[in-house]
């Protein structure tokens, strides 16, 4: 049976690569702060772009979603559920604004793991809500034919309680020491539940929302306002790619956590960096003078001609927060009708690119 040792684990992993991963992010976070401090406004717009944003991705991931218009309904509150997939996009919803809202008063124990699953599924009728699984389960990917195969089997039912007391427990031991940087403690853990797949359904979901809750713990607090989940969807391939590296050799604790923790890093300051982008923005296009101030439809060209892919309506608006979606959605007709942009895609794929790339 696996065993945790994330003091040990943790030392090996002071790589070069890991090492500058961590400076580059600590002096991001030093970065935010200030930011935070100098245009306290910044923050609420882009909190409520990256809920929606965590809440659409982290259940897409796992093939659950609905439309746009729904979704922002549901993340509000201002419906609710009428099909499991809602109601699973909702259960999302009340985690990660419980996670968002009281993070420093959820310790990680196995019973709060399972009051945060029971939350996850507490829309649905589902009995196994808040219990850990009840029968053997394997990780199974596609080889590239349609044909499924299996990648990592977890460890049993049966051993599945003792191995998440005990991988709480080492982790909650080596963050009191302060030996271990928490943001390799973070990636471990989250490593290690995701192998011993604990639930019967729910456990990369549950993976994600125990990043943000053990970021936030730690004081990093990036997730509220750059949605990890969605950096994660986007690198999709990537992300299971690390996983599958890591996983090798777990069950004989032979494996080597760095291919998903340097994933996981890259993956946070990415965030960090696209919130020093959305900063730099707002902060450029605050008028100097009333008499001579940016319009909405220039600072949304702006940010099309300057990038250097295409963007979707949700990547201007967490770029422009403080541009509400309507607007954006008016802007883009717009500049199509003057022949600015050009449109790719349709439906939930639909991206805009510049035809004045700057």
């Not at 125990?210 to 994660?232: P, W």
Request: net charge negative.
């Amino acid at each position: 049976m696996h065993t945790f040792d994330y003091e040990r684990s943790g030392r090996k992993l002071l790589t070069p690569q890991t090492v500058n991963l961590l400076n580059a992010i600590h002096e991001a976070k030093g970065r935010q702060n200030t930011q935070l401090q100098i245009s306290p406004d910044l923050a609420k717009p882009l909190v409520n772009v990256a809920r929606i944003q965590s809440t659409d991705a982290s259940n897409r991931i796992e093939g659950i979603s609905t439309t746009d218009k729904r979704l922002a309904g549901i993340v509000s509150e201002k419906v609710i559920p009428r099909n499991h997939d809602e109601e699973e996009i909702a259960g999302y919803r009340d985690v990660l604004n419980t996670i968002h809202e009281n993070y420093a008063y959820i310790p990680l124990k196995p019973n709060v793991i399972l009051q945060l699953h029971h939350d996850l599924f507490r829309h649905t009728p589902l009995a196994f809500a808040g219990h850990w699984k009840d029968t053997d389960n394997m990780i199974v990917e596609s080889d590239g034919t349609g044909h499924a195969k299996v990648r990592f089997t977890p460890p049993s039912a049966l051993q599945t309680p003792e191995l998440m007391a005990e991988a709480c427990n080492d982790y909650n031991k080596a963050n009191e020491s302060g030996n271990i940087d928490s943001l390799l403690l973070t990636c471990m853990f989250v490593f290690d539940f995701t192998c011993i797949h604990p639930f019967n359904d729910g456990n990369g979901r549950m993976s994600r929302l125990l990043t943000l809750l053990l970021l936030y713990r730690s004081g990093y607090e990036i997730g509220k306002y750059i949605s990890i989940e969605h950096l994660i969807e986007q690198s999709r391939a990537t992300y299971y790619e690390a996983l599958a590296a890591s996983t090798i050799g777990w069950n004989e604790n032979t494996n080597d956590y760095a291919p998903f923790v340097n994933y996981l890093l890259g993956t946070v300051l990415t965030a960090y960096r696209q919130f020093d982008e959305r900063a730099a923005i707002v902060s450029a296009n605050v008028p100097v003078s009333l008499h001579h101030p940016t319009t909405k439809k220039q600072r949304i060209a702006d940010v099309l001609a300057q990038s250097l892919s295409p963007l979707s309506k949700a990547d201007i608006q967490q770029t422009l927060p403080d541009i509400s979606t309507s607007t954006i959605e008016r802007t883009l007709k717009t500049l199509l009708d003057d022949n600015q942009i050009q449109k790719l895609g349709a439906g939930r794929t639909t991206r805009y690119v510049s035809l004045h790339r700057q």
